[in-house]
Nanobody, 121 residues
Framework: QVQLVESGGGLVQPGGSLRLSCAASGSIASISAMSWYRQAPGKERELVATITAGGRTNYADSAKGRFTISGDNAKHTVYLQMNSLKLGDTAVYYC???????????????WGQGTLVTVFL
């Protein structure tokens, strides 16, 4: 099995920055892509950014120009650098990976437990 552990959430004022990290561990054969999602109170979970094993990235419109996703394939780790944070960025941020466990025959989605980001005045 593959597990994801996020870290880096916290409290920040508008305009500030945070860097989230997500490390995958376990019986990892391959990870094709890792993503960050977020879920604000009372709202549905939404995609923030994705990075493939080949380094291709994709961002939600709300993240473009402010957030940067990056990864370290060797460490099975993905990062989300968040700059110019706004009140509306307050949410629980979840890491997601399309992963293939050793001995498995297909990729499955794995989720982390989430890390809270609070932007406050």
């Amino acid at each position: 099995q593959v597990q994801l552990v996020e870290s880096g959430g916290g409290l920040v004022q508008p305009g500030g920055s945070l860097r989230l990290s997500c490390a995958a561990s376990g019986s990892i054969a391959s990870i094709s892509a890792m993503s960050w999602y977020r879920q604000a109170p009372g709202k549905e979970r939404e995609l923030v950014a994705t990075i493939t094993a080949g380094g291709r990235t994709n961002y939600a419109d709300s993240a473009k120009g402010r957030f940067t996703i990056s990864g370290d394939n060797a460490k099975h780790t993905v990062y989300l650098q968040m700059n110019s944070l706004k009140l509306g960025d307050t949410a629980v941020y979840y890491c997601n990976a399309d992963s293939l466990a050793i001995g498995a025959v297909r990729f499955v989605e794995v989720w982390g437990q989430g890390t809270l980001v609070t932007v406050f005045l």
